[in-house]
């Protein structure tokens, strides 16, 4: 487990972290890369439970071993929840969009016909 003891240390974590957020609000503030900001968020959040998981729970005693273990699982559930917003809005440009105007003479023509 040496290479995730060096992929934790901070010499090499921090640096990593800030570039990927880095990128992230750059592509967010250019509106851009959609995707890539999905899958570098997955990755972060990823790469914070692998290190939540392996390196943060309290095993002291059991009380506390049930507190850690408690928020660790609430921290999964919300990476579960974000892999499937993740799933959800990966092509979301691929989206059939919906023209209003199709709708109003869809909607009028359909009073109109009732209305006779």
């Not at 997955?42 to 059991?62: E, K, S």
């Not at 990966?90 to 909607?107: D, L, M, P, V």
Request: glycine letters at 2%.
């Amino acid at each position: 487990m040496t290479w995730l003891d060096d992929f934790y240390n901070s010499s090499v974590a921090i640096p990593l972290s800030l570039v990927v957020l880095a990128t992230i609000s750059l592509l967010s503030w250019k509106k851009r890369g959609h995707q890539v900001i999905l899958a570098l968020t997955l990755f972060l959040y990823a790469r914070y439970l692998l290190w939540r998981g392996l390196y943060t729970l309290n095993t002291g005693d059991w009380a506390s071993l049930l507190v850690s273990w408690t928020v660790y699982t609430a921290e999964a559930y919300a990476f579960v929840q974000i892999v499937l917003f993740a799933y959800h809005a990966w092509s979301h440009s691929n989206a059939k969009r919906c023209h209003c105007a199709a709708i109003r003479t869809s909607i009028s023509s359909s009073r109109s016909s009732m209305n006779r």
